[in-house]
């Protein structure tokens, strides 16, 4: 019996790599500005610049540029806040779009993995079943032959 072996799997892109491939300039830097305020430096450094801003602005000897209540300071932060949504909810629909791609790459192989394990069953019980019936036929031989034999 011959049994196809099987496909290179390092010919083959995943899911994730076809879906990678797929996004256009501003996908991939929505998503590189939101990896990237999402993470610990993004707030280390934003807090050291805040700290110097403010520091600036009260020890200042002769130039104040955003006297203490810091609204210039709002409004950078305003600013950052209002372009900093969107894109961070462009990388959540991304990644619901990822997650949705391999719910359906898994469920493809997951019937996939289940049609050949119906398949290997199926052969399990026709070899079986020609063993139970070779036996039966052996005993059968078996039991003529003692016939024969007294």
């Known amino acids: 019996m011959y049994v196809k072996p099987p496909e ?4 083959h892109k995943n899911w994730h790599e076809e879906h990678k491939d797929s996004f256009g300039f501003g996908q991939r830097l929505a998503d590189s500005v939101a990896t990237g305020m999402g993470s610990w430096r993004f707030i280390i450094i934003q807090t050291i610049i805040v700290v110097i801003w403010m520091v600036l602005n009260i020890v200042g000897f002769c130039f104040h540029w955003d006297a203490y209540p810091f609204i210039l300071l709002n409004l950078v932060f305003s600013t950052q806040a209002a372009y900093a949504a969107p894109i961070i909810m462009m990388a959540q629909n991304r990644q619901s779009e990822r997650d949705r791609i391999q719910a359906n790459a898994d469920y493809k192989t997951n019937v996939e993995a289940k049609l050949e394990i119906e398949a ?15 036996i039966i036929t052996l005993l059968e031989e078996y039991k003529k ?6």
Do not use: G, V, Y
Request: glycine residues 0%; hydrophobic residues 30%; aromatic residues 0%.
């Open 145 to 150: 032959e003692l016939k024969e034999n007294k």
């Open 120 to 134: 290997l069953q199926i052969r399990l019980n026709n070899i079986e079943t020609e063993k139970l019936d070779r």
């Open 8 to 11: 290179d799997m390092s010919k």
